[in-house]
């Protein structure tokens, strides 16, 4: 066989531009006839049935992966829905699902508890506008009603502010505003949070349950669209352009399965690259095409307002930049002491198809 290649190759060498079509079909012909392997065979993966939470009325990128032919021949199986980004990785955890996304600060919470799992691929964020510079925006705002006496951070002393979970991004998007805004720690905690599920924070601010709730991507779009609310501030404004959470493995089954996951989470960051680069409207329709196709009975409505990715990075490649934001406050909001953890020990880029360093040719 390496005679046969070696014969082929040194011919090549000799041959002019107008004969190389007929090289191609000899080689093409030893292909076929086994002599050699093509170069872009995939290795046997180690298991090809991959379990996740999704979520109602919309659509993760891991679902997008699948549907835009990136995972095969890996199969999805769809254990139901997530209440939140913590709980999403507290499943990894427990084994009960193989991959979940969620804020940093929660991933790096699990990692300082010694929880055996890597950040994987950024899969959502904040940005004035997406990475290839279109003019969609994604972002959490924090919203009061449009008569509202609030006007700062000082005026939410006393007040009880919506948020879809305790411990994670808004919460921490919160504090950081009070703090900026001058409250003192004793001050700070006279601001309640109170969990309350994403699609209901715009209904408990019109009824008064709340003074503030935050909302963001579709819920914050339908929200504003019928009026009578303002934002009080967005995390753009403290953060900047940020990818603010990732999909999580668990340690044991990337050494246990190390080309299955290459797999999954290539196709994932190429999923997320997709959207990046296609007109809303097309990732849209796409959107709804694979909710219908599922027919899990839900509300698709929502697919309308989408935007962007969020994703500052192409692909999702993670640096340890955007980890060590949430470092950063988590040390001086004392939940961390300062070298607890390092930025760089908490991900791993190797599975994404954008890594640095792998060449145009490898993909």
């Known amino acids: 066989?390496?005679?046969?290649?070696?014969?082929?190759?040194?011919?090549?060498?000799?041959?002019?531009?107008?004969?190389?079509?007929?090289?191609?079909?000899?080689?093409?012909?030893?292909?076929?006839?086994?002599?050699?392997?093509?170069?872009?065979?995939?290795?046997?993966?180690?298991?090809?049935?991959?379990?996740?939470?999704?979520?109602?009325?919309?659509?993760?990128?891991?679902?997008?992966?699948?549907?835009?032919?990136?995972?095969?021949?890996?199969?999805?199986?769809?254990?139901?829905?997530?209440?939140?980004?913590?709980?999403?990785?507290?499943?990894?955890?427990?084994?009960?699902?193989?991959?979940?996304?969620?804020?940093?600060?929660?991933?790096?919470?699990?990692?300082?508890?010694?929880?055996?799992?890597?950040?994987?691929?950024?899969?959502?964020?904040?940005?004035?506008?997406?990475?290839?510079?279109?003019?969609?925006?994604?972002?959490?705002?924090?919203?009061v009603k449009e008569d509202s006496p609030i006007k700062t951070g000082r005026d939410l002393i006393g007040k009880k502010v919506a948020v879809n979970t305790l411990g994670a991004h808004l919460e921490l998007v919160l504090r950081e505003y009070l703090a900026r805004s001058g409250l003192s720690a004793n001050e700070a905690k006279q601001v309640t949070l109170v969990a309350i599920p994403p699609v209901s924070g715009e209904q408990a601010l019109r009824q008064g349950q709340v003074e503030v709730s935050a909302l963001g991507g579709v819920l914050r779009d339908k929200a504003l669209e019928r009026g009578g609310i303002r934002s009080l501030f967005v995390d753009t404004d403290l953060f900047g352009q940020v990818t603010g959470g990732a999909y999580v493995l668990r340690e044991k089954f990337m050494k246990d399965n190390p080309n299955a996951s290459r797999k999954l989470v290539e196709g994932i960051s190429r999923a997320i690259e997709w959207a990046q680069i296609t007109p809303p409207e097309e990732v849209r329709a796409r959107f709804d095409k694979i909710i219908a196709e599922r027919k899990r009975n839900e509300d698709a409505s929502s697919i309308k307002y989408w935007k962007s990715t969020g994703v500052a990075s192409k692909g999702g490649v993670i640096s340890d930049s955007e980890i060590q934001v949430w470092i950063d406050w988590l040390v001086k909001d004392g939940l961390f002491k300062p070298g607890q953890i390092k930025a760089s020990d908490t991900y791993t880029n190797a599975f994404n198809y954008f890594r640095p360093g792998k060449t145009a040719e490898a993909r």
């Not at 011919?11 to 030893?30: E, I, N, Q, V, Y």
């Not at 969620?102 to 004035?128: E, N, Q, R």
Request: proline share 4%.
């Open 1 to 143: 066989m390496s005679a046969i290649l070696r014969l082929l190759r040194a011919r090549r060498a000799r041959l002019g531009r107008a004969t190389r079509k007929t090289f191609r079909a000899l080689l093409a012909g030893a292909m076929a006839l086994g002599l050699t392997a093509p170069a872009f065979a995939e290795p046997p993966l180690e298991k090809t049935e991959i379990r996740y939470q999704g979520s109602a009325g919309q659509v993760t990128f891991i679902e997008l992966a699948e549907d835009l032919g990136y995972l095969a021949p890996l199969k999805l199986k769809w254990v139901g829905n997530t209440i939140s980004g913590p709980q999403d990785i507290q499943t990894v955890v427990t084994g009960d699902i193989d991959i979940g996304g969620a804020f940093y600060g929660a991933i790096l919470k699990l990692i300082a508890a010694k929880a055996p799992v890597k950040a994987v691929v950024g899969y959502y964020g904040s940005d004035a506008d997406t990475y290839y510079g279109s003019d969609a925006d994604t972002y959490y705002g924090y919203f």
